[in-house]
């Protein structure tokens, strides 16, 4: 079982005046075949945390660890943009992150590329697909690693709400059927509450303010009541924490 | 009356767009050249001035050997001098470019080395090709050396500015991408760092390539006694125009032939990549957005007024 935890992590950029608080004494931890958004407004450091989970930054004090079963755990990672080689193909793209270019690989790319629907794109280049294709490939790269952990950052905010919606009942779906642990970072809460068990909420400065549980059936139908109840009542705590004014 | 919007173009239009095309106005440039040679010609002394027709006879008969000139000991016509010339060009370009992308790559990645050199191919940079050919000659002589080390000189500075231009601009997120997914550091090298280097590479490559023969054919004026320069001399000093237009038409014709036969096939196998608006994007609307280099440009690239002040790197948090 995959497990992520951050304990008392403090990250701060540039010295004296300049100085800027991104993340304040975060505690957090996820265990298991769960979905958890991280909700927040712009500057809340939401990104930050990902980044130094991801390893691209180092925190300024506390610690961050992300076991599978007492090993260090295999990150996967979905960006904002699509990130992809521009000069290599789809397949080439997913076999650039695999340990080998095995004829085993081969077929487990193929088989997440067939997953979002782009299984007889491989030899397309990423300029020769749409924008909604392109995320789909980055997508399917971070599956293809078969990580224990998948970090999202904001993947679907660049698309237009059609493909947006299609994309994100497809992650769904994976996810159900591939059982990872799933961090998205997002400050759509339609969208948190759409997709995933449980809500962690900051504010600015870094600061994380609440935690919530959403027991709702998967999937979950945005227009339906109780997701639409559910959501109302995420932002209602995003009223009550003052969240919105500041 | 109102002209409806959005209409197919109209018939009668088809006749003046071929003449206004820019395949008619590529195809007449020539044709306009000739004429106002003539104009030249028939307006000076004629005695001085060749027409075209007398070039091509010139050429012509310096292609078939039928001229009776023979130049020197060494390289006694067009093929001698033209492969000599050609030799040191090719030795000093491949020069440059080695050393320039080594330069050039060295200066991109770390900041020292590029505060070390870069004052230096600045001055070199602006030297002016005719100095370093002049003090060249002077300190060695009548041999290869003063040649080859001019085209070196000139085109060399071109390689590294644009290689260092490209390593500074491999893209970022790229490369914390790659180092996310824990690619080893010679994988990132060699599929994200040297790809993206690719057009800078190219564009320096042909800078030196151009810049290199100019200072070759300087070079060869004041420092050889063999070569296309020192030719193109021999017909000034014998006061004949022809020979001397003659000759630098040679060299022409073998640029752009080169440029046509192995600069544009490997640019376009380099290149093969780069996206054509495709079908997809022109019916999503979704232009992107296409640097000039040909990248995609990430779109969290463009809107780059959200970075947070004060903070290193680059933040997302949007």
């Given at each position: 079982m995959a497990e992520i935890k951050v304990e008392d992590l403090h990250k701060e950029f540039g010295i004296g005046e300049d100085r800027v608080v991104a993340l304040e004494n975060v505690n957090l931890d996820v265990k298991g075949h769960v979905f958890v958004s991280i909700v927040g407004p712009s500057g809340c450091g939401k990104s930050t945390l990902l980044n130094i989970l991801s390893g691209i930054e180092t925190p300024s004090s506390g610690k961050v660890t992300i076991t599978q079963d007492n090993r260090d755990a295999e990150p996967g990672y979905v960006f904002q943009a699509a990130r992809l080689l521009p000069w290599r193909t789809v397949m080439d793209n997913l076999l650039f992150v695999q340990h080998d270019r095995s004829e085993e690989s081969r077929q487990r790319c193929q088989r997440y590329l067939d997953m979002v629907q782009l299984?007889?794109?491989?030899?397309?280049?990423?300029?020769?697909?749409s924008g909604g294709m392109q995320q789909r490939v980055g997508i399917a790269r971070a599956f293809s690693i078969e990580p224990d952990v998948l970090f999202m950052d904001e993947?679907?905010?660049?698309?237009?709400a059609i493909t947006a919606r299609a994309l994100r009942r497809e992650l769904h779906e994976m996810w159900r059927q591939t059982k990872k642990t799933v961090l998205f970072v997002t400050h759509d809460v339609g969208e948190a509450v759409e997709l995933s068990n449980r809500i962690v909420v900051f504010a600015k400065g870094g600061k994380l303010k609440d935690d919530v549980q959403i027991d709702l059936p998967f999937?979950?139908?945005?227009?339906?009541d109780e997701v639409a109840v559910a959501k109302a009542q995420v932002l209602r705590k995003f009223e009550e924490l003052d969240l919105i004014a500041s | 009356m109102a002209t409806p919007v959005g209409s197919a173009p109209m018939q009668g239009s088809r006749l003046r767009r071929a003449f206004t095309s820019p395949v008619t106005a590529r195809i007449l440039f020539p044709f306009a050249v000739i004429a106002v040679w003539y104009l030249i010609y028939y307006t000076i002394d004629s005695r001085i001035f060749p027409t075209p027709v007398e070039v091509l006879e010139f050429m012509w008969e310096e292609i078939t050997l039928t001229s009776g000139v023979r130049y020197s000991s060494v390289a006694t016509n067009l093929y001698g001098q033209f492969g000599i010339s050609i030799l040191r060009l090719t030795a000093g370009f491949l020069i440059a470019t080695t050393i320039g992308t080594l330069l050039g790559l060295a200066m991109g990645l770390w900041k020292s080395v590029d505060a070390f050199f870069h004052d230096w191919v600045m001055a070199i940079l602006a030297m002016p090709a005719l100095v370093w050919a002049l003090a060249l000659s002077i300190i060695f002589g009548f041999g290869h050396t003063a040649p080859v080390l001019t085209v070196i000189l000139a085109g060399v500075p071109f390689v590294i500015v644009n290689v260092r231009e490209g390593v500074r601009n491999t893209p970022k997120e790229l490369i914390d991408m790659a180092k996310s997914f824990e690619v080893p550091q010679e994988k990132i090298t060699r599929h994200v760092l040297l790809p993206s280097l690719m057009p800078f590479f190219f564009a320096g490559m042909r800078y030196a390539y151009s810049i290199g023969w100019k200072g070759l054919v300087i070079a060869e004026v004041f420092?050889?006694?063999?070569?296309m320069g020192w030719t193109i001399k021999f017909w000034y000093d014998a006061h004949r125009a022809k020979g001397v237009i003659g000759y630098a038409l040679f060299f022409i014709i073998f640029a752009v032939t080169l440029e046509k036969v192995v600069f544009d096939p490997l640019a376009r196998r380099t290149f093969k990549w780069r996206p054509a608006l495709n079908a997809y994007q022109l019916a999503e609307g979704d232009f992107g957005a296409v640097s000039q280099e040909g990248f995609l440009l990430e779109e969290d690239e463009i809107d780059q007024d959200i970075e947070v002040t004060g903070m290193e790197g680059r933040s997302h948090d949007g």
């Open positions: 299984g007889d794109k491989i030899d397309k280049y990423p300029g020769e697909l993947p679907f905010s660049h698309l237009d999937p979950r139908d945005p227009s339906d | 420092g050889s006694q063999v070569g």
